[in-house]
């Protein structure tokens, strides 16, 4: 277990302030949240935070529950054909609601038509990490590595498809880098490689990374974020320097629920949503590791997706990345 989850974990009853619960046919049951990937990083925390905050809040317990594998895809296709009875939520990300339906041709559901946007939740950057004895303490340094060895250093990411592996892809195209691209399934055995010198660089959430930074066990050389981020302020944005000026692109999270879910259902959901994400408490807790509530209703984090979808669209094309 990474200390962002572990600690995540252990302030879960905190955020779970008691709520009475309104009147009504919905919910007379506990909830289940779907978590699209593997326990042990980012997205485990934030769901489970967001599953507590919810839960809070309506009434009834809202029960994680880790469905990991392609990028996403698996646990937002069991959403997606999920009754449309408000029972069943998942924790959408980038990966999943705007990367995947790109990259993958042989999807068993439709992410755009099949799921309803209910709220987005928080976001963080994604970072460049390197071993610990990789001769190099810069990016433009690195980058000057990986060129003197086009094909030869080992890029991981937490998955074909993961936000990791396209923004990734996406620094690499603009920097002129050929690195081997080694998907794992999840951010644990990638930092277990990547702590013992079998791996030379990721790109990953930014949150489980910087312990270990701050211990001396890998190196952070830059974050994806428009300015440097507020809990890490001496790394430098990937814009800054690479010498890429412009480039950003943040990781997110949020919730979404099956099409056809009542409107009535959707709404109370959001309404908790951007009542505990905006709680000083919510607050405080996901700054303390690196991640920013930034919640959205559904009409803007629709929006928000839509735009999203059309950015990663053309990385995916520009890259021809097709993963069958």
Known sequence: MTTTRRALLATLPLLATPALAQSGPWPNRPVRMVIPFPPGASTDAVGRTTAAVIGARIGQPVVAENRGGAGGNIGAEAVAKSAPDGYTLLITTISAAVMGPHLYTGLGYDPVKDL???ARTCH?????????DLPVNTLQE????????????????????????????????????????????????????????RLDVVHDNLPAYLPQAREGKLKVLAVTSAERWYSAPEIPTVAEAANMPGFAAMIWWGVQAPAGTPAPILQRVAEAILEGFGTPEVKERLQSFSIQPAPLGAAEFADFMATEYRRWGEVVREAKITLG
């Open 142 to 197: 690195a980058f000057d590595l990986i060129r003197s060895r086009p094909g030869a250093l080992t890029m991981g990411s937490p998955g074909n498809g993961t936000s990791g592996h396209l923004i990734g892809e996406s620094i690499n195209r603009a920097a002129g880098l050929s690195l081997q691209h080694i998907p794992y399934r999840g951010t644990a055995p990638m930092m277990t490689d990547l702590l013992a010198g």
């Open 124 to 132: 963080t950057p994604n970072c460049i990490a390197v071993r610990a």
């Open 116 to 118: 309803a946007p209910v």
